[in-house]
């Protein structure tokens, strides 16, 4: 009818009939008819959407079908509906519909720790943007910052904290086994970490599982407790120390410890602020250079043999040619080598060659050709005595090679050759000489011996008779013998 209003109230809804714009009614599930010509409104409430804050009248209209809670300012709220969390409840008055078998549980925020383990999973979902989470690992040690003051330690596991003041945190590794803490974090960690300190002359040695980890420098030093965990304090303020182990050694600082291996055959030695402080056996050494600066120098014992080059040397008549010689030398005195000089084994060749130079200058080639041991006899003391000056023994020392230009060696080895001439002239002269008197002092026995003489002849024929086929005998008017031989055949090509 078009003098009537008609108003549908569905099952999961209330109606609110409102008269010159005040709520005088609440209508049921169903339908309602009103004349058109009253000033009245029908307003639908849907069951299924919150009522949120709804003014006081209308709550009084509504009756048992709803409920108010009230969220004070320093708490949150979570909405149940038949034990399952449905919506967060901000702070102030909320109108809840009684249908649904509401439950509003409720949090204080007046403290940031919200209690991680007390909330249900249901209010850490729904009131996750008033939560701040922080996960805490077995291995790490947090320190929990309200407004940046440090206030206390967190223990592993997870935690949350209500957003209403500026919470942060603050991580450490306890698998660093060392820390810097600030005094407030420190106080707060009292429990877990342990204090070492350190002269400026001590260092410490920190294991872990007895495997050396970290060396430690003078100071005060914060180490997480750990039954695992050690340090051995080693006082450096000496200055021999032990050789350390191997897998100690690469973790101290070069400053620190220096170590020296002085092999067969040679002597170190020590210097300590750059002066001689002791000389040391082959071996291993170590020392501490914290308060002092420490450095070994291995010299090499054994024998030495060394080459002197010659230069182009003038001999006393003006002659060219160069020397070779070679020494032999070893260290007597390993503290006066390194003192006396910064290379005693030039200083000495340098005399040696000197030494030649000048020797060589006073002689004639004849001499030194004739005995080249002159001038290392005549070099060797003096190199001797300056080697002793050195710390060094020259053991030995001689001239090996002279060397002449090639010219100088065509002309002597004619010279040589002229000499060897003459020589072999005089000794032939000499034998036929001799052959000759030989044979005079022959001659003249045959003369006083004519039976001497008939006996050589024979032994003459004797010797022809040996050597050819036929040998005619004659006998002279006195009865000796004659021999001839046959004749020789004519030569038919002539």
Known sequence: MAWMKTFQVGLEDRGVLFEHGKPTTLLRPGEWRFASWRSVDVQIFSMATPLGDAAPALVTLFGSDVTTVDVGAEERGVLFERGIGVRRLAPGRHVLWTHKVPTVEKHSVKTADANFSALSPATRVLLADDLSFFDVAQEERVVLLEDNVAVRALPSGRHAFWKVKNVSVVRYDTKTVTVELPPAHAAILAADIVTVALKPSERGIVRRLKKPFKVLGGGEHTLWKHPAVDVTVVDMSGLVAVPLDADVKPLVAASDYTETTVPD??????????????????????????QQQVSVVS?????????????????KDKVTLRLNASMTYRVVDVQRLVTASKNAEELLYLCVQLGLREQVAVHTLDEILSDRGVIGSQVRPAASARAKDLGLE????????IILPGEMKTLLNKVIEAQKTAEANVILRREETAAVRSMSQTAKMLAEAPVLMRLKELEFYKDVAEKVRTLNVVMSADGAPAFQLPALPENKEA
């Open 265 to 290: 055959g040679a002597m170190g030695v020590r210097f300590v602020d750059g002066a001689i402080e002791a000389t040391l056996p082959p071996g291993r050494h170590a020392a501490y250079t914290i």
């Open 299 to 315: 010299i090499d014992l054994r024998e030495r043999v060394v080459t002197v080059q010659g230069q182009d040397m003038l001999t």
């Open 394 to 401: 020259l053991t030995d020392f001689g001239v090996k090679d």
